[in-house]
């Protein structure tokens, strides 16, 4: 694809300030059985370009699946026709935006190693299905996996080359059961929880092999179990549940795009305001929370954005200080504040806003054995089931699928839906104990949505367990 | 069989040119097949402007040209599907079509029989176009920004033709375009005080904006006045037809699935139970003769004009899709494979909406919710925030603006027990997402008032 590319985008003319254009080549497989019976594969192959124009001020964006010469000289025409009729109501005046000009490549870990054959997806999604329906109370279970090649291309009429391809495999196995009125569904760190970057050696690293009878275990445990209690008490958050509160109520709010209004209309605005940087006291000492895209196996790893910037690893909360926003260049510049590289699409057919890539909390010292042993009244929850949040990302409530009591530093009873509320403003002042690296898992999310259009991209997320104090706790109806 | 609803300027060539492109393709297709071997396909395409505004100006203007094949490949009891980009340029694409046969031939040499393989065997062809001509959008958003004069406006508008289309093998042929807009703003005061306004429809109106713009600025001064913070608690509530589209929108969340049903994952298996109940005024139906959706499914299936849910608060339907009735021995309405209504209708009440104040008497006006998710799914219980305009109101008159609240409560107490009455108005919602393509999905809803929603945070 690319030496063409290059090729077309030598010929094709524009006359504006500066334009560009971003290639997507997408492909995706999907396998799965769902109780015990394979369902019919599908591939996706998604492939289309979007050209981008300055001028006069003005900027506009024409996107096309149409990529041969022709369709990208047309996506060009259309793109400078948007900038140029933007450019007297532009709320950015493009002449002041950088212009990318870098050149560059990435590759996944294992990008060119061998995928698995659909015969050995099927022998091992069959195998953890067979496990999986192993009572007359599992009522539905499915073991699946979806992986996706993706070559990325970022051409600039200033000479940027930026070539990334990328490689992700995301399992999912989930079992429900149901018994006198009640169904509780337990999955596999989430619907989808599972998402690295590089080859099937990632299954190993979260016990993929052995997790239909195990998770099928624990969903007839929560059919039993009492609801969780009511009441204000500690909360051992594991990874898996870590992953969502850091997303929604550290993440979101410190987009900048957010900060700036973009998203009011939809996704919403934030709590965060441009003055709090640089001294705002977002948690406890103890939050340390970095933006990394160089951890190799995590979901959102790449060199560049989606607007040729380098990413590096930054900062965004240091001892419980905020320090910068996720905002990629355009925003930093209309914010005058530092931020990151990451202003993202999610496929060739929708323009870079800021979004959360790889937004992770950086281990602590507490093994998950004195983080137990240290609490007196508290409940452990695991793998996020429920998520709300209100348009500025404070009054949350979030629920898990799995709950333990711990009891004079004991874990006891199994408890199901396990529910908790709070104030982000709050909340991550409430930090008290954060994780060792042996309790730190990399995990992540495919389906972050946000922006008009509408995009659904994904995020990663690493995060050790951790103890939050004097949290408001509450089950399910009786 | 074949039916045919057309409104279109003939003059439309690119319009013309799309339908012709998909029948061209689809009779390569037929050209395409082995011996033994039956296809089904789906076409999603659009040519669609979106502007993007903030704080009364563009923040980002752009076009989308997108055209996607879905390829189901049929051979015995097994099969598999291929879903690609096309270009529209049928000589280039079938290069993507021949890899695509290849591919779903390898695959299926690999594949064991499939018992639950469903696909329309009986002929049902049709054609439905809606194309109306629609101002250019840099015009439209020229109105909107100039009507907005002053003011922070936020919004996107998001216009131009959609397609989707169905082939098969065995001659079916179904068609449906529209040409629609969408313009979806917000008017804010400051921080998250704003009231949000939908436009969406097939013919634009400068009358009928202009009146939307107005209402909305009326709003945004009461908007003015100092906001209320409520304790947390039980309140009497009014939730607008835009309120009851987030609620509705969780019942579509695997409500209706005749799946989870069966599996009882569906958050209202316990009223397929007998075990809980709406008020007797409450019903749901997937009514697709007066929703924007097509007629048809993505595996050939004709929808019915209309399919019952709910009747006198007892559930009555489900949509089952050609999968699910194979696996659980169901009769099929032609739903998709996700089993979710696209043209939800929830049947009016009594109550006129312009009484709606005073059937509150005091209480929370709801104008918006957001961010939905079930706290308890079994027991119907859902969480999510109050947004935009809300207000406190004191015997029918709004008296404040109310601060952001989360509400915790069971739908079963809230369309059951709780429920006061429904207004006879009812709203055609359009459904703005637009994920991967602009959505073709609508719902038609009543307001509600109850007499007590539970308010914790």
């Given amino acids: ?478 | 069989m074949f039916s045919e609803v057309t409104l279109e300027d003939p003059q439309s060539e690119g319009i013309v040119n799309m339908e012709a492109y998909f029948n061209d393709l689809a009779s390569l297709l037929d050209r395409s097949l082995a011996p033994g071997e039956v296809y089904t396909c789906a076409f999603d395409a659009e040519v669609s402007d979106f502007v993007r505004m903030n704080r009364g100006k563009i923040r980002q203007p752009g076009s989308v040209s997108q055209r996607y094949l879905r390829l189901h490949l049929i051979r015995g009891q097994r099969h598999a599907e291929r879903c690609f980009s096309l270009s529209g340029d049928l000589a280039r694409d079938r290069v993507d079509v021949a890899a695509a046969f290849s591919w779903l031939r390898d695959t299926l040499a690999e594949l064991p029989d499939d018992p639950h393989l469903s696909y329309a065997t009986e002929v049902v062809s049709s054609r439905s176009v809606k194309v109306r001509e629609l101002p250019a959008a840099d015009e439209v958003i020229a109105n909107v920004l100039d009507a907005a004069s002053g003011l922070d406006l936020v919004g996107i508008y998001a216009a131009g033709p959609v397609y989707r289309g169905f082939a098969n093998s065995l001659g079916q042929r179904n068609w449906h375009q529209a040409t629609s807009f969408n313009l979806q703003w917000s008017l804010y005061h400051r921080a998250d005080k704003a009231v949000k306004t939908a436009y969406g429809g097939f013919d634009w109106s400068a009358g009928t904006f202009e009146a939307k713009m107005r209402d909305a600025r009326e709003r945004l001064a009461l908007l003015a006045m100092p906001a209320r913070s409520l304790e947390p608690g039980s309140y009497r509530a009014y939730l607008t037809p835009t309120a009851m589209e987030e609620i509705a929108g969780m019942l579509c969340w695997g409500g209706f699935s005749g799946r989870a049903l069966a599996t009882r994952q569906s958050c209202l298996f316990r009223v397929q139970d007998g075990e809980a109940a709406f008020d007797a005024s409450v019903g749901f139906t997937e009514n697709t003769l007066d929703g924007v959706a097509p007629a048809f499914q993505g595996e050939g299936f004709a929808r019915p004009t209309a399919v019952p849910l709910v009747r006198d608060g007892q559930l009555v339907g489900s949509l089952v899709s050609p999968r699910t009735a194979k696996e659980y021995s169901l009769a099929t309405n032609g739903a998709n494979a996700a089993e979710m209504p696209e043209s939800l209708d929830m049947a009016g009440g009594t109550l006129t909406a312009s009484d709606a104040l005073a059937a509150l008497d005091s209480g929370l006006y709801i104008g918006n919710l957001w961010y939905l998710n079930f706290s308890d799914r079994p027991a119907c219980r859902m969480t999510g925030m109050t947004r935009f305009a809300s207000f406190w109101v004191e015997h029918g008159k709004i008296v404040a603006p109310v601060n952001v609240m989360r509400f915790d409560d069971s739908l079963f107490r809230l369309l059951g027990e709780n429920l006061v009455g429904l207004t006879a108005e009812r709203e055609l919602l359009v459904d703005a997402n637009s994920y991967r393509s602009r959505n073709v999905g609508s719902m038609r809803l009543p307001g509600a008032v109850v007499s007590e929603m539970a308010f914790t945070l």
Avoid at chain 1, 146 to 158: D, G, I, K, M
Avoid at chain 1, 285 to 294: G, K, Q
Avoid at chain 1, 431 to 438: C, M, N, P, Q
């Fill in chain 1, 1 to 478: 694809m690319t030496e063409s590319l290059h090729a077309d985008f030598k010929q094709i003319k524009c006359t504006a300030d500066f334009w560009s254009l971003r290639m997507v080549d997408e492909r995706a497989e999907s396998f799965s059985v769902r109780k015990n019976v394979p369902q019919p594969p599908s591939m996706s192959v998604d492939r289309g370009a979007m050209l981008t124009v300055y001028a006069d001020g003005g900027h506009g964006y024409a996107a096309t699946s149409d990529t041969s010469r022709a369709g990208l000289q047309a996506a060009l025409d259309r793109a400078a026709a948007w900038a140029r009729a933007s450019a007297t109501r532009s709320l950015i005046d493009s002449r002041s935006l950088p212009r990318p000009a870098l050149r560059g490549d990435y590759a996944s870990p294992a990008a060119d190693a061998k995928p698995w054959s659909r015969r050995e997806w099927y022998e091992l999604l069959a195998q953890e299905s067979r496990a999986a329906g192993c009572d007359s109370r599992i009522v539905d279970w499915e073991a699946s996996v979806e992986t996706r090649n993706a070559e990325h291309v970022y051409l600039t009429s200033e000479g940027g080359e930026v070539s990334q391809r990328f490689r992700f495999v995301m399992p999912n196995l989930s079992v429900t059961a149901h018994a006198d009125g009640d169904t509780q569904m337990r999955t596999l760190n989430g619907y989808r929880g599972l998402a690295q970057q590089g080859s099937e050696a990632m299954l190993e690293r979260f016990g993929f092999v052995g997790s239909g009878a195990r998770v099928a275990g624990e969903a007839l445990q929560l059919l039993a179990a009492p609801n969780c209690p009511s009441g204000v008490m500690d909360a051992l958050l594991l990874p898996d549940q870590m992953v969502l509160q850091i997303h929604e109520s550290i993440g979101h709010p410190l987009e900048l795009d957010r900060i700036l209004g973009d998203e009011r209309n939809f996704a919403g605005t934030s709590f965060v305001t441009l003055d709090m940087f640089g001294s705002y006291r977002y948690g406890s000492e103890l939050l340390n929370v970095t933006f990394d895209p160089t951890r190799p196996e995590e979901l959102a790893s790449y060199a560049f954005d989606d607007d040729g910037t380098r990413a590096e690893r930054a900062y965004l909360i240091r001892n419980g200080i905020l320090e910068r926003p996720l905002g990629g260049a355009i925003s930093q510049k209309r914010a005058g504040i530092a931020g990151v590289a990451n202003a993202r699409a999610d496929g060739w057919n929708r323009p870079p806003i800021d979004r959360m890539a790889n937004l992770n909390i950086e281990p602590g010292d507490a093994t998950l054995e004195q983080m137990i042993a240290e609490i007196e009244h508290g409940v452990l929850m695991r793998t996020n089931s429920s998520w709300s949040i209100d348009d500025s990302r404070n009054k949350f409530q979030f629920g898990c699928e799995w709950g333990q009591l711990i009891e004079g530093g004991k874990l006891t009873t199994v408890v199901k839906n396990p529910n908790y509320r709070g104030i982000s403003a709050n909340f991550w002042r409430s930090l008290k104990r954060v994780g060792d690296e042996l309790t730190l898992e990399v995990l992540g999310t495919p389906y972050c949505g946000k922006g008009e259009p509408s995009q659904q991209i994904r995020v990663g997320h690493a995060s050790p367990a951790c103890v939050f104090a004097a949290v408001d706790v509450f089950g399910g109806d009786a």
